[in-house]
């Protein structure tokens, strides 16, 4: 990693977009209903959306537009439509990315928590540091109780986030809490930053009553509308394609709204490995060509379960993807959550400059931890290497040198912290423990508003066999029991 390097975007282009364009919303309705509307018309009939078509065509930058020049004899640049500014040359020159220097990784502290440009400093409040503080190690505490409550077989499924505290911590802290959200599966910290509590938390992971989800999710599978996050998907990288979609309606409504209305980006979070999936290329390249308000946070651990990132690619991580889709990028330090912070802050404003474009920010940050708790990580890498990396560099020590620098850390605080969270994170885990199980209905309930007859057939088909073998299939810690099913059938359609 490149120390003290100042925090400069790669930028493939400058887009010449005009500024603010005002049209009044076509729709009222909720946030909901606009979104998949104004997304689903946009792409299919952009004739509805006269004005924001409109706007669309005005906007249209140069590079965009011009799909019909041609060279002319003594250009000295080629005019192909496809490559724009690229000069002729008789030199035949193989392009070798690996001559090229490696993307810069940017960071605001040292691994002894030292401020390297003392001048610019953390940009960070002492209060706001400590709340950082004490949320990466409630994290931390909460990720250790659960992985041992799997173990003990108390819960079915769990996933860590250690050595990553600081990339979700740190980029939550960064937005705005309207922002919409898309996670992959260990940016617990996300949701904690934006204050999903521990009985949610705990509620979701016990699959109980509470549960926003009611139960229909694995584990660790979070969402929550109220503080903007949607619902995590087991099936990897198809949160990218959304997140765009997202992105294209929100800058409709942002385009569409006051100057003085609050703009809103998409944020979506994905491991590297995530980055090998198709998903993830198609993503990129439409919120490159649609110019949407996104950024993209790739979460490089260095591992996709077993595979690690040497069987992955050979280019230069996943920030040098970003220049190939014309998408300003950046490359942070992830153990540093100061750097996380100010890469973030500045993705999110760029992102909504020229009416909307996509940033990629890839974050770098070992995974201390096994992949899920239905892995072992020392069946394919060295006990030494995850020692290694734990002593040398971490989100929370680093940050936690940088308190004790500050005199506004020690010992007794963290023993105090320590014992304050665990307490809170057993109890909320002994309310949620013991709950009931949400209704057996649930598994058919809102799919569709009625029943439909092979829905009812499915049904009454487990309902009998549930009847037929209450030994085998004991329903009595889900509310409602079997006669949850009756209750459904009794809906008339
Ligand atoms: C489409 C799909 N293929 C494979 C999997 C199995 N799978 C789950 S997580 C994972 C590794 C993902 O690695 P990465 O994106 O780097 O995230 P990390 O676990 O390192 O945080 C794989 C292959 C899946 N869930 N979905
Ligand atoms: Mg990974």
């Given at each position: 990693m490149t120390p003290d390097v100042p925090l400069v975007c790669i930028t493939p282009h400058i887009s010449p977009w005009p500024a603010v364009f005002h049209v009044k919303p076509p729709f009222k309705m909720s946030l909901r209903s606009r979104y998949s509307r104004i997304c689903h018309d946009a792409f299919r009939r952009p004739s509805i959306y006269a004005n924001v078509s409109q706007i669309t065509r005005k906007a249209t930058p140069a590079w965009q537009t011009c799909r019909s020049v041609a060279s002319t004899?003594?250009?000295?640049?080629v005019l192909f439509p496809g490559a724009l500014n690229s000069e002729f040359t008789d030199t035949l020159e193989v392009l070798r990315p690996s001559n090229n220097k490696a993307i810069p990784t940017y960071r605001v502290l040292d691994q002894y928590g030292e401020v390297i440009n003392k001048e610019i400093g953390v940009e960070t409040e002492d209060g706001e540091a400590l709340e950082l503080y004490k949320n990466m190690v409630c994290l931390s505490i909460m990720d250790l109780i659960m992985f041992e409550a799997q173990r003990q077989g108390r819960l079915s499924f769990y996933m860590v986030s250690a050595g990553e505290e600081g990339i979700a911590i740190g980029s939550a802290s960064a937005l705005n809490p309207t922002d919409v959200i898309f996670c992959?599966?260990?940016?617990?910290g996300v949701y904690m930053q934006r204050g999903f509590t521990l009985d949610q938390f705990m509620n979701q992971l016990f699959a109980n009553t509470k549960d926003i989800g009611l139960g229909r999710n694995m584990p660790v599978h979070y969402g929550t509308e109220k503080l903007h996050i949607h619902t995590i998907s087991s099936t990897l990288a198809t949160q990218i394609p959304h997140a765009a979609g997202a992105a294209y309606a929100l800058k409709m409504q942002n385009m569409t709204q006051s100057p003085d209305a609050e703009k809103r980006i998409v944020v979506c979070y994905f491991g590297e490995g995530a980055a090998s999936e198709g998903d993830f290329h198609a993503a990129l390249n439409i919120a490159a060509t649609r110019q949407v308000p996104a950024v993209f946070v790739c979460r490089n651990n260095g591992y996709a379960i077993s595979t690690p990132t040497s069987d992955q690619y050979?280019?230069?991580?996943?920030?040098?993807r970003g220049a190939g889709y014309g998408i300003p990028t950046l490359r942070v330090d992830g153990n540093d959550i100061f750097a996380v912070r100010r890469a973030t802050k500045q993705a999110r404003k760029l992102a909504l400059e020229n009416d909307g474009q996509p940033v990629l920010i890839e974050m770098m940050a070992y995974r201390?931890?096994?992949?899920?708790?239905?892995?072992?990580?020392f069946a394919y890498r060295q006990k030494i290497e995850v020692e290694d990396w734990k002593r040398r560099d971490n989100p929370i020590t680093r940050l936690r040198k940088w308190l004790e620098g500050r005199n506004l850390w020690d010992e007794d605080k963290e023993r105090e912290l320590r014992s304050r969270k665990r307490k809170e994170v057993l109890s909320a885990f002994d309310r949620a423990e013991k709950l009931k199980k949400p209704a057996i209905k649930n598994a058919f309930?809102?799919?569709?508003e009625d029943l439909t007859e092979e829905q009812r057939s499915h049904v009454e088909e487990m309902r009998d066999i549930l009847k037929r073998y209450p030994k085998e299939y004991d329903?009595?810690?889900?509310?409602?029991?079997?006669e949850s099913l009756d209750e459904l059938l009794a809906k008339k359609s």
């Open positions: 004899p003594n250009a000295q640049k992959q599966y260990r940016e617990t050979r280019g230069d991580g996943i920030a040098s201390v931890g096994h992949h899920s708790t239905s892995d072992d990580s309930a809102d799919v569709w329903v009595d810690h889900h509310e409602g029991g079997v």
